[in-house]
């Protein structure tokens, strides 16, 4: 049987018409797609970071590496151990006096970059603050101050400028490391720090106290492997 051309016509314009919707509506939807992607990577970059200001003495400790609280519990546990041994009576029933301690170099030997300066500026603060020792500057500074000190010696009046010939020797070095080890399982995870500290008479260099801190961590985290 024969179809007339009017009716193939009007069926051609209407496959003609539904792909163009079709194509239309791929179209509709991958730019939906498109818009929804930029939206979300422009949200995240303008979202703004939550900062919390805690009190100096609040504990954090969120990835289980050495931190602030760890060099001031060191510090403390150091300072009850040496300032109990009998060293300290010795020198001061020998000199009459109370002993002068510079701090030397404390090495990092741990797994993890560690600023060894700001456990041995917490190490000087309680030991200079119970009253028992005090404390010269280490070569670092030493040799800025005297640098310093040479400057002054002419432009300056004689009431004003620092003398040569007026420094204070020390008694004692404080030397040591901090060390670590790692053991570590499928999502667990134990580090030990060891700090270990020793006192050494400059004059005859003998060594009249060691002394040692460990403090142990252990981390857990879900699908983890260390």
Not at 25 to 47: D, H, I, P, Y
Not at 104 to 132: A, C, W
Not at 146 to 156: C, K
Not at 202 to 214: F, L, M, N, P, S
């Amino acid at each position: 049987q024969r179809v007339p051309a009017l009716k193939l016509h009007s069926d051609f314009c209407d496959l003609t018409h539904t792909g163009k919707e079709r194509f239309q509506m791929r179209n509709t939807l991958r730019l939906l797609a498109f818009s929804m992607v930029l939206l979300l990577l422009f949200s995240g970059c303008s979202t703004k970071p939550t900062v919390l200001r805690l009190d100096e003495n609040v504990q954090t400790d969120f990835s289980g590496r050495w931190n602030d609280t760890d060099s001031v519990i060191t510090a403390k546990a150091m300072l009850d151990d040496v300032l109990a041994r009998p060293w300290l009576k010795q020198f001061q029933s020998s000199k009459g006096r109370i002993p002068i301690v510079v701090v030397g170099e404390v090495r990092n030997m741990s797994s993890e970059h560690i600023d060894t300066n700001t456990f041995i500026s917490d190490i000087e603060r309680e030991l200079l603050n119970s009253g028992t020792v005090r404390f010269v500057v280490g070569d670092g500074v030493r040799d800025k101050i005297r640098q310093e000190r040479a400057d002054q010696q002419s432009p300056f009046s004689g009431a004003a400028f620092s003398k040569f010939g007026a420094e204070v020797g020390a008694d004692f070095m404080l030397v040591g490391l901090l060390g670590s080890t790692v053991d570590a399982v499928q999502g667990t995870k134990a580090i030990a720090y060891k700090v270990t500290l020793e006192l050494i008479n400059i004059e005859t260099t003998e060594k009249v106290w060691i002394g040692d801190k460990v403090i142990k961590k252990v981390i857990k985290q879900k699908s983890a492997g260390w």
